[in-house]
Antibody
Framework: EVQLVESGGGLVQPGGSLRLSCAASGFTFSSYAMSWVRQTPGKGLEWVSAVSGSGAGTYYADSVKGRLTISRDNPKNTLYLQMSSLRDEDTAVYYC?????????WGKGTTVTVSS | EIVLTQSPGTLSLSPGERATLSCRASQNVSGNYLAWYQQKPGQAPRLLVYGASSRATGIPDRFSGSGSEPDFTLTISRLEPEDFAVYYCQLYGGSPWTFGQGTKVEIK
């Protein structure tokens, strides 16, 4: 069964850091680009970042560029999102998703709350 | 940045009825790079259609996508009880990829 499981969310103060992980199973992880998409009640769904299958290519939304870093460990079948200099507006459910342009598999999501 | 506008915001229908959901892009992007997703409360989105009209794996044929930029349509031919949910369109031909604000299909 193809599965993505996120972890690492939680409560963090503004300016703080957090690392999200996404464990993949059921498919050849290294063959696919992977993405992070976030969702808030106010702004809806927002693409955050993507990484190529090899990890050599990384892409970011302007709203997170310079603060969030996407990476992957292919032998461990794991995707990461290192989050730093967090802001209130980064509060969201973060989904790990398989694909670069559109997403055919999604994880259940992990909640990040940025608040003092 | 391209803006996707979905209409209507809410669609109130009965099981067995036909649902027609619209998604309009604020500007053209060369190619029908549009996807549709279904999301139920407490769940992640689920891919229904990509490339404007190609059904994703395992999606029932009552779901169909059509249209070309800037106007796209998702049609559910006969609503089943499990189809009542929120539907999002996503354009992936421009940069950055962008999502619509969603259409809620509710039971009348």
């Amino acid at each position: 069964e193809v599965q993505l499981v996120e972890s690492g969310g939680g409560l963090v103060q503004p300016g703080g850091s957090l690392r999200l992980s996404c464990a993949a199973s059921g498919f050849t992880f290294s063959s696919y680009a992977m993405s992070w998409v976030r969702q808030t009640p106010g702004k809806g769904l927002e693409w955050v970042s993507a990484v190529s299958g090899s990890g050599a290519g990384t892409y970011y939304a302007d709203s997170v560029k310079g603060r969030l870093t996407i990476s992957r460990d292919n032998p461990k079948n794991t995707l990461y999102l290192q989050m730093s200099s967090l802001r209130d507006e980064d509060t969201a459910v973060y989904y790990c998703a398989k694909g670069y342009r559109y997403y055919d598999v999604w994880g259940k999501g992990t909640t990040v709350t940025v608040s003092s | 940045e391209i803006v996707l506008t979905q209409s209507p915001g809410t669609l109130s229908l009965s099981p067995g009825e036909r649902a027609t959901l619209s998604c309009r892009a604020s500007q053209n992007v060369s190619g029908n790079y549009l996807a549709w997703y279904q999301q139920k409360p407490g769940q992640a989105p689920r891919l229904l259609v990509y490339g404007a009209s190609s059904r994703a794996t395992g999606i029932p044929d009552r779901f169909s996508g059509s249209g070309s930029e800037p106007d796209f349509t998702l049609t559910i031919s006969r609503l089943e009880p499990e189809d009542f949910a929120v539907y999002y369109c996503q354009l992936y031909g421009g940069s950055p990829w962008t999502f619509g604000q969603g259409t809620k299909v509710e039971i009348k």
